[in-house]
């Protein structure tokens, strides 16, 4: 089968389109033809440096998303499942390829009238998006922050705060994202790129209720600062490399609440479900932006550390 490897670590042209051998499925484990594949900001850390939660060793497939057909399942498995459209996590890596084998448990079916791209974009960013806005506790008349709100997780942020009753205001790097802020439901739309956008966000809403941190560094600091005493912070991202670092004491001392969701594996597939569900039922929609063939997969790296990309990157397998 195809497939796109990495064999040291280093720039986006480190991903190098090779071939495999096709898996099979082993006992409790089912056979996914991927059709296409979700890409992650984290997945470009990994493989410029090896940083991320996947532990994988080199050398590998990439890759933690699929949407597909299960094609064959293990001796054990309902053979029922063949044929049927689901997305799935794939354990970290692997699914930067044509096939991929993943525990039976781990895909979910997608729902009928939902498309299969809808699908793979709502995989992560989806269940990332209303956990964050769940625990945030959102309500009528919040004023909420959203950065990189043209992004994948927080142009669906966006949605949710917009729909809960929430101000929105959306931060984005550049003109070309910040001007497709209002369609997404953002009130108020800032380029965190120019140096008086603090002052801009006070001009329009004074202090803010809730961040929602998809940046990190110096730009999530500054939005901590705008957060009112009784206000929420919580970080999804860190696309300037770091983390905002925000101590326990300077929050306290702020009267400010730092959420940090941390669910099991049984509440982020009740995410994924409801996300897929929302999607279906026309109330959440994935924005995406641009679409890769697997070959191609070093130029989709390259446009999204370019940080030229607007919401959910996708390769299309075949």
Known sequence: MRAVWIHEFGGPEKLVPGTAPDPVPAPGQVLIDVLLANITFVETQFRATGFGPSGATLPVIPGNGVGGLISAVGPDVDPGLVGRRVVSSTGGSGAYAERVVVDATLPVAVPDGLPLDQAVALLADGRTALMLAEAAEL??????????????????????????????????????????????????????????????????????????????????????????RGGRMLSFGLSSGEWAGIDAESAAERGVTVVRPAPTPAQLRAYTERALAEGAAGRLRAVIGQRFPLALAAEAHAAIEARSTIGKTLLDVR
Do not use: C, H, I, N
Not at 173 to 197: C, F, I
Not at 201 to 217: E, I, Q, T
């Open 139 to 228: 309500r009528p008349g919040d004023r909420v922050l959203v950065e990189a709100a043209a992004g994948g997780v927080g142009s669906l942020l966006v949605q949710l705060a917009a729909r809960a009753g929430a101000r929105v205001v959306g931060l984005a790097g550049g003109t070309r994202k910040v001007a497709q802020l209002p369609s997404m439901g953002a009130e108020v739309a800032v380029d965190y790129r120019q140096p008086d956008w603090v002052g801009r966000v006070r001009s329009a809403v004074g202090a803010v209720d809730v961040v929602f941190d998809g940046v990190g560094g110096a730009t999530g600091r500054d939005a901590f600062e705008l957060l009112d």
